[in-house]
């Protein structure tokens, strides 16, 4: 499970990336609000995995995972709204406001996902440490 939800943090990063370059003014207007479109659809659809899928189950498992990975949902809820508020701009044609929000949203994003992937490998370590006993 770690390696699927590194890769798709990867994917991610990427995604910011095209994005705020093309917000940033290197690109026309109707291919940055494209660019955010994608990323948007993935954040969600990665977010609501972590929250529906693999978060639940992993705390069924092992509920001493439980209150990091409430917190984990706690933050997704936090960069919805935050993914709300750029699109308000996006849709208002304030690029210089949704280009700062979405730098600020991946920069807060990235500390998340290092957190994350911290755990899910301590977690993983945990397994591996059952299996061999």
Do not use: C, N
Not at 29 to 43: I, V
Not at 51 to 59: A, N, S
Not at 87 to 95: F, K, N, P, Q
């Amino acid at each position: 499970m770690v390696g699927k939800i590194t890769d798709e943090h990867r994917v991610l990063e990427r995604l910011f990336a095209r994005a705020l370059a093309l917000f940033a003014g290197e690109g026309p207007p109707l291919e940055a609000r494209e660019a955010f479109e994608e990323l948007k659809e993935a954040l969600a659809s990665h977010l609501g995995a972590e929250d529906t899928l693999y978060f639940p189950t992993i705390w069924e498992l092992r509920p001493e995972f439980k209150d990091r990975l409430r917190s984990f949902i706690r933050a997704h809820h936090h960069f919805r709204g935050l993914l709300e508020e750029i699109t308000g701009l996006v849709d208002s044609d304030e690029r210089e406001e949704a280009t700062h929000l979405l730098g600020r949203l991946r920069h807060e994003f990235g500390r998340h996902e290092g957190s994350e992937e911290d755990t899910l490998r301590s977690l993983d370590q945990l397994i591996l440490d059952d299996g061999a006993s």
